[in-house]
């Protein structure tokens, strides 16, 4: 079992930057893979980015390459989700998940493939 805590997310004009980060009280994320998905009323969770549990991996969705960055701390207690260049279609409830490194990772675009999930922090991006 573990815990999720984002945080971070908050209004940010077009065009700006923001952080977001996830971490794991107690805990490290050195046997999960872990991603970064978002929501908006009314549509399903959509992946964003992902970290493989060597950290040696990264993936993005095809939107956000280039402006946004996943990355974990060297204690690898923290994950941290850095936009750039923010678009009002950014705007959403964005959340972190994890999934046990040994159950594999191949579906790791899919909301249903993770086991363990934050509360989500908001972020919104005005025009």
């Known amino acids: 079992q573990v815990q999720l805590i984002e945080s971070g997310g908050g209004l940010v004009q077009a065009g700006g930057s923001l952080s977001v980060s996830c971490v794991a009280p107690g805990g490290t994320f050195s046997r999960y893979n872990m991603a970064w998905f978002r929501q908006t009323p009314g549509k399903e969770r959509e992946f964003v980015a992902g970290?493989?549990?060597?950290?040696?991996?990264?993936y993005y969705e095809d939107s956000v390459k280039g402006r946004f960055t996943a990355s974990q701390d060297n204690g690898r207690s923290t994950m941290y989700l850095k936009m750039t260049n923010l678009k009002p279609e950014d705007t959403a409830v964005y959340y972190c998940?994890?999934?046990?490194?040994?159950?594999?990772?191949?579906?790791?675009?899919?909301?249903?493939?993770?086991?363990?999930w934050g509360q989500g922090t908001q972020v919104t991006v005005s025009s």
């Open positions: 970290i493989s549990w060597t950290g040696a991996n990264t």
């Open positions: 998940g994890a999934r046990e490194y040994r159950r594999g990772w191949n579906r790791y675009n899919n909301n249903d493939f993770y086991d363990y």
